[in-house]
């Protein structure tokens, strides 16, 4: 009796089969998180927050590297 063992190409096919299962299922929950934040904090609500805030952005007037501790 001789045992006969499944193609190469068998197991391969399996392997790429669960990996696009993966990808999917991947894409599908990365579309729905963002979907999820564009819903519960929309672009708009952002932009008229930034207009009502009191906060100023400032530049520091030295932008190189750090000084040298003495």
Request: charged share 10%; hydrophobic share 50%; glycine share 6%.
């Amino acid at each position: 009796m001789t045992h006969m063992t499944k193609p190469a190409t068998f197991y391969l096919r399996q392997i790429n089969q669960i990996a696009l299962g993966f990808s999917v299922a991947t894409g599908l929950i990365m579309t729905a998180g963002i979907l999820a934040m564009l819903v519960l904090f929309p672009p708009s609500a952002h932009q008229t927050r930034s207009a009502d805030s009191d906060a100023v952005i400032m530049q520091a007037a030295h932008s190189g590297p750090a000084a040298p501790a003495d």
